[in-house]
């Protein structure tokens, strides 16, 4: 299994300011999924990309999927306090789905 | 994509006693996977579930603190055994759909 590696780890920003999480590995991904994690909930699945350099849009948050395969990164345009949540890249191997870090975001009024 | 009810949502639990924790999908799944998330951090999978087999533990885990049934297709339970402070977490289960993976709500343990 791979290691995960997300930053920042913690992103503290106002509404209606643009911010970038990033996911990388020194190894191919064969697939890589998103998700957003709110408190008291599992994490809810938000994409998932799979071949290089492809971009994939969801109202606000652009996911871009490097063309290497080895790293991804989550866009999102003039955040909203909804927005506030943990940010989680996994990677499926096999049928295991592993997870990095996270990115704990807080979208402030 | 499955619903999944987990419960407890959340115990608090005596050291050195065990807890139970249930997990029941609304539809028929070979796979089941339990994770534990420790206060501000990411998932770390505990194990793999298959119906009719043993459990598949991850580096770190082990069948006797963390032993799991698997009776049904739609069913799972995972048991904390033995706890102690440092089992307070948070513990999902997961099953995997055709467009990504699908978690419980969660059981929130705090062992004193």
């Known amino acids: 299994t791979q290691l995960l590696e997300q930053s920042p780890q913690f992103l503290s920003i106002q509404e209606g300011e643009n911010l970038t999480v990033y996911c990388n590995s020194s190894s191919v991904f064969s697939s890589l999924q998103w998700y957003r994690q709110e408190p008291g909930e599992g994490p809810v699945l938000l994409v998932t990309?799979?071949?290089?350099?492809e971009v994939k849009k969801l109202k606000r948050l652009t996911f871009q999927f490097g063309d290497a395969r080895k790293d991804s990164s989550l866009h999102i345009t003039a955040a909203q306090t909804g927005d506030t949540g943990l940010y989680l890249c996994?990677?499926?191997?096999?049928?295991?789905?592993?997870f990095g870090e996270g990115t704990q975001l807080t979208v402030n009024p | 994509s499955a619903v999944i009810s987990q419960k407890p949502s959340r115990d608090i639990c005596q050291r050195g006693t065990s807890l139970t924790i249930q997990c029941q999908v609304d539809s028929q799944v070979t796979m089941m996977f339990w994770y534990r998330q420790q206060p501000g951090q990411s998932l770390t999978l505990i194990a793999t579930?298959?119906?009719?087999?043993?459990?598949?533990?991850e580096s770190g885990f082990v069948i006797d603190k963390f032993p799991i049934s698997r009776p049904n297709l739609t069913f799972s339970t995972l048991t904390v055994s033995n706890m102690s402070p440092e089992d307070s977490s948070i513990y999902l289960c997961?099953?995997?759909?055709?467009?990504?993976?699908?978690f419980g709500s969660g059981t929130r343990l705090t062992v004193v």
């Open positions: 996994g990677e499926t191997s096999g049928s295991r789905l592993t």
């Open positions: 990309v799979v071949t290089g350099g």
């Open positions: 997961s099953v995997a759909g055709a467009y990504g993976y699908t």
């Open positions: 579930a298959n119906q009719g087999s043993e459990a598949t533990y």
